[in-house]
């Protein structure tokens, strides 16, 4: 079956940083997704990896290893709007999102 | 990128009743999703929408339960059909755009969701 891991919850504090893990087991592999979903709001995309290594963008990065099924957003220097659910979705072979369950991000003062 | 709109923006219905949730998009796409949300969940997948032709739909999904329409490249409506408190959820419109440049992909855009209550 498909399946996508990531924590259910993390903390941290304002000004740091935190990694959010996510790996995953799919029939196929067209690219992995990271979302931003505030409390009540749609999700928002973040970044898109296709190949290994890692994509940086602001105070946001995501990295890819394909061999490992492994993925994380790094978040730095944070803010506490940052506090929000992180989906992880990876785009199968039907070109399918499959939706991981999402991460609870939660910033401390 | 796409601009979505979705109408209501929230309801609160009475068990058995049926709601039509109606979904916008500013530039014609070929694809339409309608996902569901439920309380503290990730997003499920109902069934993706082309113009054109019948709605596919997820397991545990049925067109009876949730009946589409596609009449064009810009619009979509979802039903959700003789309601239960189960079906509380948020449901979410969204299509892929393609994104070009130096690594090009489809992007998934979201509406605003409808918030949906029943009782």
């Known amino acids: 079956g498909q399946n996508i891991d990531q924590p259910t919850e993390m903390t941290a504090t304002e000004g740091a940083i935190v990694q959010i893990n996510c790996t995953y087991q799919t029939s196929g592999f067209n690219g992995l997704f990271w979302y931003q979903q505030h409390a009540g709001e749609a999700p928002t995309f973040l970044s898109y990896?296709?190949l290994d290594g890692l994509e940086e963008k602001g105070r946001f990065s995501s990295f890819l290893s394909r061999s490992k099924g492994y993925s994380y957003l790094l978040l730095k220097e944070l803010q506490m709007k940052d506090s929000a659910s992180y989906l992880c979705?990876?785009?199968?072979?039907?070109?399918?999102?499959?939706w991981g369950a999402g991460t609870k991000l939660i910033i401390k003062p | 990128s796409a601009v979505i709109s979705q109408k209501p923006s929230r309801d609160i219905c009475q068990r058995g009743t049926s709601l039509t949730i109606q979904c916008q998009v500013d530039s014609q796409v070929t694809m339409m999703f309608w996902y569901r949300q439920q309380p503290g969940q990730s997003l499920t997948l109902i069934a993706t929408?082309?113009?054109?032709?019948?709605?596919?739909?997820e397991s545990g999904f049925v067109i009876d339960k949730f009946p589409i329409s596609r009449p064009n490249l810009t619009f979509s409506t979802l039903t959700v059909s003789n309601m239960s408190p189960e079906d509380s959820s948020i449901y979410l419109c969204s299509v892929v755009s393609g994104r070009e440049g130096i690594s090009s992909y489809n992007e998934q855009f979201f509406g605003p969701g409808t918030r949906l209550t029943v009782l």
């Open positions: 929408a082309n113009q054109g032709s019948e709605a596919t739909y």
């Open positions: 979705a990876v785009m199968d072979s039907n070109y399918q999102l499959i």
């Open positions: 990896n296709v």
